[in-house]
């Protein structure tokens, strides 16, 4: 999915976080993912040593207000409907 700018750009807006993408696969970032969870890394740097990081998408201020503003109009009504 992080091939796609769209995708990217997307988290990037919603999460308000800079997205890394690495030079590496899917499994390899999971697994690596997986050892922080579990305490094998250190941090996010340690596990991500030695691996080149290929991009940085940051996230689109203007975007991710309106996103936020969405989402708070989207769980307004949800929580109106289950009334």
């Known amino acids: ?3 796609s700018p769209l ?5 990037a807006d ?3 976080a800079s997205v890394l993408l690495y ?3 899917g499994s390899v970032g999971a697994a690596r993912g ?3 969870g579990a305490g094998v ?3 996010d740097n340690d596990a991500f040593t030695g691996v080149e990081v ?12 309106v996103y936020s503003q969405l989402y708070a109009g989207w769980k307004q009504d949800l929580l109106e409907d289950m009334e």
Do not use: W
């Open 23 to 25: 030079n590496t696969d």
């Open 7 to 11: 995708f990217t750009q997307l988290l």
């Open 54 to 65: 290929i991009a940085e998408v940051e996230p689109c201020r203007n975007t991710s207000v």
């Open 14 to 16: 919603l999460t308000g």
């Open 41 to 43: 890394y250190a941090d």
């Open 1 to 3: 999915m992080f091939l």
């Open 34 to 36: 997986a050892g922080i």
